[in-house]
């Protein structure tokens, strides 16, 4: 039988014999652990930064790379770091705002089999190999999180940050979702769940829904005037530490 074209196949074969053996598990922490510490010393000094998510899918003509595009201008412009997942689509396109307008443009990049490659206008790009390290690292390093249109990986990333805010595990954590229309049908079932009572009517209140990039970040930079203090980082000579 032929196998199906459209399964993906796994990075390497793994056997249902359950939990693997302790030197496999202890291998694996290793390298979660390099991963985490890689990303600690990349990205310690990229500033206050505000983290872009969005497809990798849209192409350089869509109106949606353009408005991504005119996103990371406007971050530049209000003086963040612009943190995207270092790939193509949405995510290049709010890198490539940020770069061509004199802000500082940072990537976060997966290893995938397939689609994501490190895009062009990232003055510092840092490769993981999970999902969950990235995740961790976009949602440290950053103050606000944009919600452009994308997929099953960008549902992931914003439902997951608002449950952090949800259980008050990040305070007073800007959302925005940018695209009206594309979220619509998103935030109705989001209106049914608040009736079922299995989310509270005030979840929503920390989440902006626009088109427009001023608003967004207008919204954005009100909680942040609001609740954070700017700290410069020194480096310490002594770990080899550099921008």
Known sequence: MAADPQ???????????????RSFELHFAWRVFRQFLKGFRELHFIGPGITV?????????????????????HIAQAGFTTITGGGPGIMEAANRGAFEN??????????LPFEQKPNPYAHKSVTFEHFFVRKVLLVK????????????????????????????????????LVGKAYYQP???????MVEQKT?????MD??????????????????????????????????????
């Open 7 to 21: 399964v993906i196949p796994p990075k390497e074969p793994f056997y249902l014999d359950g939990p693997k053996d």
């Open 53 to 73: 998510f969005g497809s990798a899918r849209f192409a350089e003509d869509h109106p949606y790379y353009k408005l991504a595009r005119e996103m990371g201008k």
């Open 102 to 111: 004199g802000g500082y443009s940072v990537g976060c990049n997966i290893q």
């Open 141 to 176: 390093y950053s103050y606000a999180f944009i919600i452009m249109p994308g997929g099953v990986g960008t549902m992931d990333e914003f439902f997951e940050t608002l449950t952090l805010v949800q259980t008050k595990s990040i305070i007073q954590f800007p959302i925005v």
């Open 186 to 192: 998103m935030l109705d079932y989001m209106k049914f």
């Open 199 to 203: 989310i509270g009517e005030h979840d």
């Open 206 to 243: 920390l989440v902006c829904i626009t088109d427009s990039p001023e608003e967004a970040m207008e919204h954005i930079s009100k909680y942040i005037k609001a609740n954070y203090i700017s700290k410069p980082r020194k480096l310490l000579w002594w770990l080899f530490e550099k921008k």
